[in-house]
């Protein structure tokens, strides 16, 4: 709940979603932000974590039953996000794995696609990755320059991938690749790679970043890397550009749901703080400064909190539209960024340790306004529809 918007709750958290948010705090304590030093200094999630979450019903939590997920609506996916969220963890790849490439091989991938892979990453025993971005190519991804020639009855895949989301750890990795050089965005696809045992396939770096730490984010290599062609998303070439706008809706809502619960924890944490800390024979909260810098915040938060509502539940009933999810992945990654960094500044030097949870919002937010689909990129879409 947003701090100082008491009575408000999200329609969307019924009794079995909030049922799931708190089995998922329990695991987020236990396994990331109880674990957060050591997936920090080895900058990735051990795999376990996965498989747990998996055996907890907390991975592809809106995949049907019948491809081995929770039959849920994507309200129970998007619990299980905000309660990392909120714990302030951004080690764990959940949101790419579950909210977007699970979602990928649903909507368009074959019956065997989807039985094949749908659920080995319901059950953590696969990782996910998607792989658009390149180094001379990341907001204007028809210039990718990643090749997938047909061979017999093989893809063969050349290029560099860039910043990717679990890349050390994933073992599928849906990878957008031009299979027409000629044909701009029809001439792309979506291929899916399947890392183990995968010759011409190299992982590079894991990236050494301003924030998320824990989060293993890479480079990766593919040099003449074979996959049958029955890895092609959906069968048919030139489909990937359409089928990646498809999805963006929902992987923007992803971001903002992020941002929102991390905007809100940040609020409290400072509340708590700026009450217990004495100055001048009184405590920080008592300062006015303080007083209006966290009404603010505060309402910000609950602003923030009932426009999202409204999103997530046209996204639930089938109509949220791509504007309205790049206003809210602009806007609301720009507030949370701009929260927290106040917030902060209330901490004083404390604010910039980073023991301090508060220090440690500050370095993972700053991404939220890149990635995703830049917030520039997301204000060109907005700017589009009111032509
Ligand atoms: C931590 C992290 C995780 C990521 N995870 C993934 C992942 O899992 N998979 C993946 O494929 N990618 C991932 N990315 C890549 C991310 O999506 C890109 O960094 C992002 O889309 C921006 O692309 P770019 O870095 O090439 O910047 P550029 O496209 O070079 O943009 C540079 C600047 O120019 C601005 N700009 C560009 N075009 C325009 C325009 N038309 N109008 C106005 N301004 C413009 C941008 O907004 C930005 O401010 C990740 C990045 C990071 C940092």
Same mark, same amino acid.
């Given at each position: 709940m947003?701090? @100082?918007?008491? %009575?408000?709750?999200?329609?969307?958290k019924?009794?079995?979603v909030?049922?799931?948010?708190?089995v998922a705090?329990?695991?987020?304590?236990?396994?990331?932000?109880?674990k957060?030093?050591?997936w920090?200094a080895?900058?990735?999630?051990?795999?376990?974590?996965?498989?747990?979450?998996?055996?907890?019903g *907390?991975?592809?939590?809106?995949?049907?039953?019948? #491809?081995?997920? %929770?039959?849920?609506?994507?309200?129970h996916? !998007?619990?299980v996000?905000?309660?990392?969220?909120?714990?302030?963890?951004? $080690?764990? @790849?959940?949101g790419?794995?579950?909210?977007?490439?699970?979602?990928?091989?649903?909507?368009?991938?074959?019956e065997?696609?989807?039985?094949?892979?749908l659920?080995?990453? $319901?059950?953590?025993?696969?990782?996910?990755?998607?792989?658009?971005?390149?180094?001379?190519a %990341?907001s204007?991804?028809?210039?990718?320059?990643?090749?997938?020639?047909?061979? @017999?009855?093989? #893809?063969?895949?050349?290029?560099?991938k860039?910043?990717?989301?679990?890349?050390h750890?994933?073992?599928l990795?849906?990878?957008?690749?031009k299979?027409?050089?000629?044909?701009?965005?029809?001439?792309?696809?979506?291929?899916?790679?399947?890392?183990e045992d995968?010759?011409?396939?190299?992982?590079?770096?894991? !990236?050494?970043?301003?924030?998320?730490h824990?989060?293993?984010?890479?480079? !990766?290599?593919?040099?003449?890397?074979?996959?049958? $062609?029955?890895?092609?998303?959906?069968?048919?070439e @030139?489909?990937g550009f359409?089928?990646?706008?498809?999805? *963006?809706?929902?992987?923007? !809502?992803?971001i903002?749901?992020s941002a929102v619960?991390?905007?809100e924890?940040?609020?409290?944490?400072?509340?708590? #703080?700026?009450?217990q800390?004495?100055?001048?024979?009184?405590?920080?909260?008592?300062?006015?400064?303080?007083?209006?810098?966290?009404?603010?915040c505060a309402?910000?938060? +609950?602003?923030?909190?009932?426009?999202?509502d409204?999103?997530?539940?046209?996204?639930?009933?089938?109509?949220?539209?791509?504007?309205?999810?790049?206003?809210?992945?602009?806007?609301?990654t720009?507030?949370?960024?701009?929260?927290?960094?106040?917030?902060?500044?209330? +901490?004083?030097?404390?604010? #910039?340790?980073?023991e301090?949870?508060?220090?440690r919002m500050?370095?993972?937010?700053?991404?939220?306004?890149?990635?995703?689909?830049?917030?520039?990129?997301?204000k060109?879409?907005?700017?589009?529809?009111?032509?």
């Amino acid at each position: 709940m947003s701090p @100082g918007s008491a %009575g408000y709750v999200s329609a969307w958290k019924d009794d079995e979603v909030l049922a799931l948010g708190e089995v998922a705090d329990k695991f987020v304590a236990a396994e990331l932000t109880g674990k957060r030093d050591r997936w920090e200094a080895q900058r990735y999630v051990d795999r376990d974590v996965w498989r747990r979450a998996g055996e907890i019903g *907390l991975l592809c939590c809106s995949i049907p039953e019948e #491809y081995g997920g %929770g039959g849920g609506t994507f309200a129970h996916d !998007l619990i299980v996000f905000e309660s990392q969220a909120r714990a302030g963890d951004t $080690a764990w @790849g959940n949101g790419v794995h579950s909210g977007i490439v699970a979602h990928y091989i649903l909507a368009y991938g074959t019956e065997e696609q989807r039985r094949r892979w749908l659920p080995r990453l $319901a059950s953590g025993e696969l990782i996910a990755a998607v792989a658009m971005t390149e180094p001379g190519a %990341g907001s204007d991804l028809k210039n990718i320059r990643t090749r997938a020639a047909r061979d @017999g009855s093989d #893809y063969v895949i050349d290029g560099v991938k860039t910043f990717i989301s679990n890349g050390h750890t994933a073992d599928l990795i849906v990878v957008v690749a031009k299979t027409d050089a000629e044909a701009g965005a029809k001439g792309i696809s979506l291929l899916v790679v399947e890392a183990e045992d995968c010759p011409g396939f190299v992982r590079g770096r894991i !990236l050494d970043k301003v924030g998320q730490h824990g989060a293993d984010t890479s480079e !990766l290599f593919f040099e003449g890397v074979r996959v049958p $062609a029955g890895n092609l998303l959906g069968g048919a070439e @030139g489909q990937g550009f359409a089928q990646l706008m498809t999805q *963006l809706a929902q992987e923007r !809502l992803v971001i903002a749901a992020s941002a929102v619960a991390g905007l809100e924890a940040a609020v409290a944490v400072t509340l708590d #703080y700026v009450k217990q800390r004495q100055a001048f024979g009184q405590s920080l909260f008592d300062f006015q400064n303080t007083k209006f810098t966290l009404a603010e915040c505060a309402t910000t938060a +609950h602003v923030g909190r009932v426009f999202l509502d409204s999103c997530i539940q046209r996204h639930l009933d089938g109509g949220l539209d791509a504007t309205t999810a790049a206003m809210a992945k602009w806007w609301l990654t720009e507030q949370q960024v701009t929260v927290v960094d106040r917030c902060l500044q209330l +901490h004083g030097g404390y604010g #910039y340790m980073r023991e301090f949870l508060i220090a440690r919002m500050y370095e993972d937010a700053r991404v939220q306004k890149i990635y995703g689909g830049s917030n520039e990129i997301m204000k060109d879409l907005v700017a589009r529809s009111l032509r």
